[in-house]
Nanobody
Framework: QVQLVESGGGLVQAGGSLRLSCAAS????????MGWFRQAPGKEREFVAA????????YHADSVKGRFTISRDNAASTVFLQMNNLKPEDTAVYYC?????????????????WGQGTQVTVSS
């Protein structure tokens, strides 16, 4: 079992940056592919980025490509989401998720564990 705790959210002006962290408990953290999703008010939760369990490959949604970067530190059992050039449309609750599958998955149904979320608000 894996428990996930996100941090790093907050209020930032458009064009600014934030770095989200997701700390995982459990000795098998490195065996999980990790993903970030977000949910804006009144919208469905959507995929943002994912990184395979050994950190060899990543995938970012088109809406964040070139601005956001997912990375992981297996020794620290932490996955990060560096968010640059933030836009008001990036405002959402950001969730960290983990799946045992060693593939990049955009489908939230394939993720086994979820964090509680952290709020990101971008003002114009």
């Amino acid at each position: 079992q894996v428990q996930l705790v996100e941090s790093g959210g907050g209020l930032v002006q458009a064009g600014g940056s934030l770095r989200l962290s997701c700390a995982a408990s459990g000795r098998t953290y490195s065996s999980y592919t990790m993903g970030w999703f977000r949910q804006a008010p009144g919208k469905e939760r959507e995929f943002v980025a994912a990184i395979r369990r050994r950190g060899g490959s990543t995938y970012h949604a088109d809406s964040v490509k070139g601005r956001f970067t997912i990375s992981r530190d297996n020794a620290a059992s932490t996955v990060f989401l560096q968010m640059n050039n933030l836009k008001p449309e990036d405002t959402a609750v950001y969730y960290c998720a983990a799946t045992r599958r060693d593939v990049i998955s955009l489908n939230q149904q394939e993720y086994d564990y979820w964090g509680q979320g952290t709020q990101v608000t971008v003002s114009s």
